[in-house]
């Protein structure tokens, strides 16, 4: 094992514009509080027993394990989302899933994608029940390069 198991997570969306697309990525990644770190891309299992947590400050430089979604576009005038969702099952001491989702258009469709993706993975594929489903969103109407990004953090 990597590290100890997270005990908490909490959700995070930003969006950002620049004049490349890596540069607007990371004005989104600015814009959800996670730009000054080295992110740790995961797949999506929530430990079990894991509990929200408010959105707070992360140690700059410090390694974050996350689950994300993300989406870039160089097109004036589309709209682009990010969203991820958090399946919490009825039993603790089973895993939950995170499930992410990008997409043109606006945050509303891309949120419910995320949300029936984790009904899903948790109910039909992994015969768990679900107690609640978290999720978040970001959108942008791009004007040069827009990025968004939304995320599901893992910390202690």
Known sequence: MFGPLPTRYFLTAGAGEA???LN???AALLDAGVGDT?????SSILPPGATLAEKHPLVRGSFVPLAYGDRTSDIPGQIISAAVAVGIP???LESGLIMECSRLGGPE???KAARNMVIEGMETVRNRK???IKSI???IKVSRIGAVFAAVVLCQ
């Open 19 to 21: 004049s490349t697309e």
């Open 24 to 26: 607007a990525f990371d």
């Open 38 to 42: 080295n992110l740790i891309k995961m």
């Open 90 to 92: 009825e039993d603790p």
């Open 109 to 111: 469709e891309c949120e």
């Open 130 to 132: 679900i107690k609640e």
């Open 137 to 139: 969103s970001a959108t």
